[in-house]
């Protein structure tokens, strides 16, 4: 049973769930066995994959399945270099593009849209986030989140650009209209031929590589590269590196890349 769906996952996704992850597939896929009244998984495996199910229902399995941990302002150094390092030449009202291309919940393309408007102001700058998970792209969407994933935005920003909940939305805060209206969100598999996006000044693949196979990271790359523009970046979590992925971007700092200019 397991097999199935951890090929089902990376056929999908581009996803290597190991053995360790048994029990937290059986874990997540009880529920959906007893919304069908199913208590055999290889049962609910075929009928899920014969659309026995319904149409959802293969996406609501992708949902359960793919990993969403993040936070505010994850891997600071990362947004220091886009203030210091990128948007330090750029003048107020300057457009600029982000790509946060695993983006979960939000929380890494609100924290970006923070920094771009602290830095550039109202500006024609926009984040386009994606991910596969519809569900969390839904949370993504609402910009509402628990008080205590405040903790790790910078207060001048909290007190900026975050409104704390009343009344039935107590303990709560959501993000403010400033920096929403420059934010959108997607279903995008890099797995699969990507939509027309445009592209990028910057591109953030962050902490999502540490489930992919060489193989299914190389291809997940080239398919992103026409994505970003000459001279753009490209950056990965701290725990990933580029090497022998592609050779088509300049190493600027561990993490992060560059792509070259046309006349390079």
């Not at 996704?13 to 199913?38: M, N, Y």
């Not at 659309?51 to 399995?61: A, I, K, P």
């Not at 959108?184 to 000044?201: C, E, M, T, Y």
Request: aromatic fraction near 10%; proline fraction near 3%.
């Amino acid at each position: 049973m397991f097999k199935q769906f951890q090929q089902l996952i990376f056929d999908q996704a581009g996803i290597t769930l190991s053995e360790a992850k048994k029990r937290l597939v059986v874990g997540r896929l009880a529920k959906r066995l007893r919304h069908h009244e199913l208590d055999c998984y290889g049962d609910y495996f075929q009928r899920m994959i014969s659309g026995q199910l319904g149409s959802q229902e293969l996406q609501l399995v992708i949902d359960q399945l793919t990993t969403n941990e993040t936070h505010f302002f994850r891997e600071q150094a990362h947004f220091d270099f886009l203030r210091d390092q990128l948007l330090s030449q750029q003048g107020k009202g300057s457009g600029f593009r982000v790509w946060s291309a695993a983006s979960s919940s939000g929380e890494e393309a609100y924290s970006t849209a923070m920094v771009l408007h602290d830095t550039l102001g109202k500006g024609a700058w926009d984040v386009f986030g994606s991910d596969i998970n519809s569900e969390i792209l839904a949370k993504a969407t609402s910009a509402l989140y628990p008080m205590g994933s405040a903790d790790e935005i910078p207060e001048l920003f909290l007190k900026r650009y975050c409104l704390k909940g009343v009344r039935a939305q107590a303990g709560t805060f959501m993000i403010s209209n400033e920096i929403k209206q420059h934010v959108r969100f997607s279903k995008v598999n890099l797995n699969a031929p990507l939509p027309d996006i445009g592209q990028f000044d910057l591109i953030f693949l962050r902490n999502v590589m540490i489930y992919f196979s060489m193989s299914t990271k190389q291809s997940v790359v080239a398919r992103m590269l026409p994505k970003l523009k000459p001279g753009g970046y490209f950056i990965v979590g701290h725990s990933e590196s580029l090497n022998g992925v592609t050779d088509q971007l300049q190493s600027i700092r561990p993490t992060i890349y560059r792509k070259p200019t046309e006349s390079a």
